[in-house]
C-alpha cells in the first residue's frame, strides 16, 4: 500500500559521521520534498522555468506542484501511485524518454542508480536532490570518478521533511542533514558550486 511504513533499524552514515540511526523508512522511501527546496533550485536556475521537465519519482507531486507554479509542463512518473502522474513506472527499467530534463528527489539508497539510468537515457539536464556529502563517501569513490556533477547548489538550510509527515529520525551521534543538488549535463561534471 503507498505510503505504508516499514521499519528498519541499523547503523548508517549521517553528516560523515557513523553512528546508530533509528528510522522508519516509509515504503520505497517516501519522503516528500518541502517547496522551499524546490524554489531554491528556481531561484538558482531560472532556466528551468516554463521547461518541460521528467519528475521521474514523483511522489504526491510535492515537487513537481511548484515547479508547474513556475510554468513547467511536468511529467509525473513513479512506482507507486500517489496520486500525482503515472504509477507503476519503474525509472530504472523505463527506456523511454518522457522528457529531455529530468528532476527529482530520488529516493536515497536508488540515487546512485537513479543517476546511472539517467546517464544511459541521455538526458540534457538532470537535477537530483541528494545529502551534501553523497560524493564524499568513501564507497562512490569509482562512482564519482565516472560521473562528476557539473553544479551542485548547497542548500544553506537543513530541509526539515518532519513536518511532512516523513522520516523520523533519532540519531545518535551528532552530524549535518543538509542537502544539495548535482546537476548533470552531458556526461562530464565539473565541481563548479553555486551557494543558494
Ligand atoms: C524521496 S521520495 C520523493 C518524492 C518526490 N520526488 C518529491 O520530491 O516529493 C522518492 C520517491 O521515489 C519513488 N520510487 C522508489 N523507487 C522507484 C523507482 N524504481 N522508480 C520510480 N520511482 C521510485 C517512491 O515511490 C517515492 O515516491
Redesign the pocket.
Known sequence: MAGKRKTNKGAMMLGGQSGEVEWDRPD??????PPEATEALIRAMPHLAGQKIW??????G??ARVLEYHGCTVIG????D?GYGEGG????ATHRRRASKAI?????T?AQAFIEHAMRLHLEEVWM?LKTDYYQAASRTGFKQRIRPKYKLELSWRIDTLALEAPRLTAHGSGSSAISRAAQSGTHWSSRRWVI
Open positions: 520505497h522511501e517516501f519522503y516528500p520534498t519528475e521521474c519519482a514523483c511522489g504526491d510535492r515537487l512518473t513513479d512506482l507507486i500517489r513506472v519503474d525509472f530504472l527529482t528527489n530520488p529516493p536515497f536508488l536532490l
